[in-house]
């Protein structure tokens, strides 16, 4: 049998296409399928070709600030990486604020906030 593993994850945004334009950018993933949500809005699924995001907004959804209070439901969403400075570099040339910079084991991080202010965890566990 199989180990379980995280397939995707499935975030609702304001706006998919700047969303994946920004994962796309940061993290060099890729579009594995656009289209239709079931509920009428529209889904974006973007990442490798082994995990993924789904980004999602419904149909004439308007979302205000309290749709991405932080912690509601989640609290951030942990993105692997083997060149932390160099995701860095990336995350602030597209206008964003990294923050929490730190060092503990197993690895080094730092977080930012998207446009929707979801928050982001970027890790390494390579040592500098």
């Known amino acids: 049998m199989s180990k ?3 397939e995707h994850v499935n975030v609702t945004v304001s ?3 700047r969303a994946a334009r920004l994962l796309e950018t940061l993290f060099d993933w890729h ?3 656009a289209g239709p949500a079931r509920d009428g809005g529209r889904t974006i699924h973007i990442g490798s070709d082994d995990d993924y995001i789904a980004l999602h907004t ?3 959804a ?3 600030p309290e749709t991405f209070a932080k912690g509601q439901p989640f609290n951030h969403v942990g993105v692997e990486v083997d060149d932390l400075a160099a995701i860095e570099a990336k995350v602030m040339a597209a206008g964003l604020k990294p923050f929490g ?3 503990y084991d197993p690895g080094r991080r730092f977080y930012f ?3 929707d202010g979801i928050e982001y965890e970027v890790v390494s566990y390579r040592t500098p």
């Open 58 to 60: 419904g149909r004439g």
């Open 4 to 6: 379980p593993r995280l």
């Open 62 to 64: 308007a979302y205000g």
């Open 15 to 17: 706006d998919p296409e």
């Open 31 to 33: 579009v594995r399928w």
């Open 113 to 115: 906030l998207d446009p």
């Open 101 to 103: 910079h730190d060092t």
